[in-house]
């Protein structure tokens, strides 16, 4: 089956990473939501791409890290995107676990950089046990430190390796790593039938982010990707 993963939910329907994007994906036929988490000042799990407010409020001044999640939770996020979602805010991982079922695949960013939230890996992993959410789960970060240390932690969670940069022979890079690595995450700019073929043959699985025509997916369906990132999962047949 091919992984048609909603990048931050359906992000041209609802304002990204927040419940509504997550529930249009869900309704839309997505089989898989990727979603990024940070910390907050009171070290809870934040699901946010940026490390500031300025996309998502131009009002707010200052970073992610700097608010409790109370103070999260005071700040709209969603009538930046459109009147019909204001007063939507970012939910906390838990959340989303709660709208989650089992048979989505849910793939966690640690979003460690440019910031490094101490300790995060552990707190993720605290969550998904006490949410009884160590299946089908798949936690990557561009921070291979961070997956490093959740390995250390559970040895048995998948861990896909975000890749920016057109680095030289990512394939070998992680089989070196050591990591339980069974995906590679590419920047799609660069990933084409010979670079999946490599990362195949080497065991991996490729889910390039992010495509989000038509015509380029079919073509990465052609090389023998096994999923892909999109910003609006509903225009892609889930395969
Ligand atoms: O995980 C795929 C993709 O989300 C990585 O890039 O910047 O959108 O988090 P970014
Ligand atoms: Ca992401």
Redesign the pocket.
């Known amino acids: 089956m091919v992984l048609n ?1 909603a ?2 939910g359906s992000l041209t329907e609802a304002p990204e990473n927040t419940i509504p994007a997550f529930q249009k994906a869900m309704e839309q036929g997505a089989n898989a939501i ?1 979603l ?1 988490v940070q910390l907050t000042k009171d070290k809870q799990l934040i699901v946010c ?1 940026d490390h500031t407010f300025r996309r998502l409020n131009p009002d707010v001044k200052g970073k992610i890290q700097d608010f409790t999640l109370k103070e999260i939770k005071n700040i709209d996020v969603g009538s930046s995107f459109s009147g019909e979602y204001k007063g939507v805010t970012l939910p906390t991982l838990q959340e989303v676990l709660n709208i989650c079922p089992e048979y989505i695949l849910l ?1 966690i ?1 640690i ?1 460690n950089i440019p910031v490094i939230y101490e300790g995060i890996e552990k707190i993720l992993l605290d969550c998904l046990s006490e949410n009884n959410r160590l299946e089908n789960i798949l936690i ?1 970060s ?1 921070d291979h430190t961070a997956l490093k240390k959740v390995q250390e932690l559970n040895s048995d969670i998948p861990l ?1 390796m ?1 890749f ?1 940069y057109r680095i030289l022979e990512p394939w070998k890079y992680a089989q070196n790593s050591g990591l339980n690595i069974t995906s590679i ?1 590419p920047n799609q700019v660069y990933t084409d039938r010979l670079f999946i073929e490599y990362c195949k043959a080497y065991g991996f699985k490729v ?1 390039p ?2 495509v989000n025509s038509v015509e380029h997916y079919e073509a990465l369906l052609d090389y023998g990707v096994d999923g892909v ?1 999109s910003n609006n999962p509903g225009v892609f047949a889930v395969g």
Do not use: Q
């Open positions: 993963f990048h931050r990727e990024d791409h793939n960013e979003k990557s561009f896909g975000l920016y995450h889910y982010y992010t990132f």
